[in-house]
């Protein structure tokens, strides 16, 4: 059975540094593009970060560009989203998600991602 685990999230200062990881089984981790997104109440969820499957081309959303970091280790199934220079409007649930390769790079658009996780609260306080 498949499955997307989160873990990393906290509390931390604004300007603070966090590592996310996205630990996944049940499926061939390296056929999917995989994706970060993130969801602060009251609001939509919004892609944050992907990585594709085949060449590990990545995309950041323009709110994180230069901050956060995606990167992936096949050989552990796990993604990672390195987060510095928090700030307090980074504060959301982060999710991660795998999606089928529809096209040779991934999307920030959730509607490409097939398998989710349970998320993880990120908290960044002023």
């Known amino acids: 059975q498949l499955h997307l685990v989160e873990s990393g999230g906290g509390l931390v200062q604004s300007g603070g540094s966090l590592r996310l990881s996205c630990a996944a089984s049940?499926?061939?981790?390296?056929?999917?593009?995989i994706g970060w997104f993130r969801q602060a109440p009251g609001k939509e969820r919004e892609g944050v970060s992907c990585?594709?499957?085949?060449?590990?081309?990545?995309y950041d959303a323009a709110s994180v560009k230069g901050r956060f970091t995606i990167s992936r280790d096949n050989a552990k199934n796990t993604v990672y989203l390195q987060m510095n220079s928090l700030k307090p409007e980074d504060t959301a649930v982060y999710y991660c998600?795998?999606?089928?390769?529809?096209?040779?790079?991934?999307?920030?658009?959730?509607?490409?991602?097939?398998?989710w996780g349970q998320g993880t609260q990120v908290t960044v306080s002023s």
């Open positions: 998600a795998a999606g089928r390769p529809r096209y040779r790079y991934c999307s920030e658009d959730v509607r490409y991602y097939d398998y």
């Open positions: 049940g499926f061939s981790f390296d056929y999917y593009h």
């Open positions: 990585i594709s499957s085949n060449d590990g081309v990545t």
